[in-house]
């Protein structure tokens, strides 16, 4: 006869248990650590590209580059309420998180139709800028890629905050995209209209973003 040792059956009981509440906390914290990831690796290159676009926007007289630099500096902000957020909780943290964030939206299709309608009415004509293009086209792609990372990691912890930080992102990416395609028809096809027009589409996203947030559907 197998004699089972005491006290067998209440470890088994225990080891059933512990793995629900253990894996979800594992789980959560994982996509935690990626959501920091995601935002110190947008503020970073925001941060230098603050200084490339600088440099760039005055070698070339470009509006364009210039104002893509104030972009970086709304994403900045942006990601900053996410960290903020994310190392808290709360739904009135949250909602506040979502008002900032709405409010940086705001600015960006400010400067956005203002910069656009400048640059028509005048009839501005930057320099060819080597290094605008490069930096747009390199930033356009990783924007992207950490638009969607963050979405899918906003959605994995039912973050609101850090979903829609995702798509301030994914404007970021949208506008490096218009203005590498401005850039790139000014000196190959003289097309210097090309990226004002590019950017009010981006503001009728801005302002949707906008919307969506103050009136609670976010």
Known sequence: MVVGRPGAGRRTARCDNRPVT????????GL?????ALEYATLGWNVVGIVVLAVA?????????????????????????????????GEERQKRAL???????ALLACYLLTQSTWVL????????????????????VL???LAAGKARTGDALDNPVLRTEGRVTLIDGLLAAAVLVGLLLNTLAGWWWADPAAGYVL????????????????
């Open 57 to 89: 926007a005055v070698s070339a007289r470009s509006v364009a580059l210039a104002g893509f630099g104030l972009d970086s500096l709304i994403e900045i902000g942006a990601s900053t309420v996410v960290l903020w957020e994310l190392s808290g909780t």
């Open 99 to 105: 008002r900032l964030i709405g409010a940086g939206f």
């Open 121 to 140: 009415a005048t009839g501005f004509r930057p320099h060819h800028s080597s290094l605008g293009i490069a930096w747009t086209a390199v930033t356009a």
């Open 32 to 36: 935690l650590r990626r959501g920091f």
């Open 22 to 29: 253990s894996t979800d906390a594992t789980v959560r914290q």
């Open 143 to 145: 924007m992207f890629a």
């Open 203 to 218: 503001v009728y996203y801005a302002v949707r973003e906008v919307r969506e947030i103050f009136s609670g559907e976010h």
